[in-house]
């Protein structure tokens, strides 16, 4: 009778994974994932890679390498994502945050840093990434986040009660139904043009988190229009956008009269933000003028 094949070593079960295409980091996430071992915990992958994969573990691994290998992102397939040092509950239901969102939230604190007690909006907020990293950052800020998902208004909800961080959570659409005003709103809204073929490859991504018209900037227009009208004078308006459409964005935000106008750049030098703020009445008193902006 011919024994049974010996059970893979962790060394082993990764290069299988990456010869079947898989990125490096990616596989090892899986594996630990798989092994109920922090994912971001790859020093112990290689102190242990002589390891024996445990049989269950070894099909519960490549049920997980099939479906990244067929687009699902990692993050779904773990349940957990890692976003401006929070860990996240995220799942299909809401978009995987990108850790180019987290340049959005660095200038949402820049602009907030002078206000003891600011009030900021944010608006999509998905798996409540944004809002709950400024709320964090920012304990005495009153933070409102709305969503017009009530499936990703859950995934929001359940990440701030696990966090313990006190966000003011808002079934809607944009800022429809609002009647406040805000030192800061933010967001991050779905700006990928609908027939754009990168589509393809976000399947398992909610598209009404993704896509936005032809050109891809409806929901943009919609906020910038929206927007002033729920500033304080001096207040911010901070907008995630695609690479390529900060010309536009910017053009959107001085057709509707805000000041300031500016944009920054992700981790890989494009212009991912731009950002405008309400200009001040006479006798009113601004807020600072963040650092230099890079345009």
């Known amino acids: 009778m011919t024994p049974p094949p010996a059970p893979a070593t962790l060394a082993q079960a ?64 773990t349940g957990t994502r890692e976003f401006y040092g929070l860990p996240l ?9 990108r850790p180019d969102t987290e340049t959005l939230v660095d200038w949402a604190l820049e602009v907030l840093a002078p206000l003891p007690a600011p009030r900021v909006l944010d608006l999509g907020t998905g798996s409540g990434a944004i809002a709950l990293a400024v709320q964090h950052r920012r304990p005495t800020a009153e933070v409102t986040a709305v969503d017009a998902s009530a499936d990703a208004l859950q995934v929001a909800r359940a990440n701030g009660a696990r966090l313990g961080l006190p966000v003011r959570w808002r079934l809607g659409h944009w800022l429809e139904g609002v009647d406040e ?32 018209g032809p050109d891809g900037l409806d929901d943009l227009r919609t906020i910038v229009a929206q927007a002033p009208a729920h ?37 890989a030098g ?15 008193t601004a807020l600072p003028q963040p650092g230099t902006p890079l345009r």
């Open 89 to 97: 509950a995220v799942d299909a239901r809401v978009l995987d945050p």
């Open 231 to 267: 500033l304080v004078p001096g207040g911010w308006l901070l907008l995630e956008h695609g690479w390529d459409q900060a010309e536009a964005v910017q053009a959107l935000l001085r057709n509707a009269g805000l000041s300031d106008v500016q944009s920054r750049t992700d981790l």
């Open 270 to 284: 494009h212009a991912r933000c731009s950002g405008a703020r309400l200009p001040v009445s006479s006798g009113v």
């Open 181 to 212: 005003r805000f030192d800061a709103i933010v967001s991050n809204p779905p700006y990928i043009a609908s027939g754009d073929a990168h589509l393809a490859a976000l399947t398992h991504e909610p598209l009404q988190a993704l896509a936005s």
């Open 14 to 77: 990764l290069a299988g994974a990456i010869g079947q295409g898989l990125p490096r980091i990616d596989a090892q996430m899986l594996l630990l994932h798989v092994l109920g071992r922090p994912t971001g915990d790859r020093a112990w992958l290689l102190a242990h890679d002589t390891d024996a994969l445990p049989p269950g573990a070894q099909a519960r691994f490549a049920d997980m390498c099939r479906r990244r290998a067929a687009g699902e992102p990692v993050a779904y397939l």
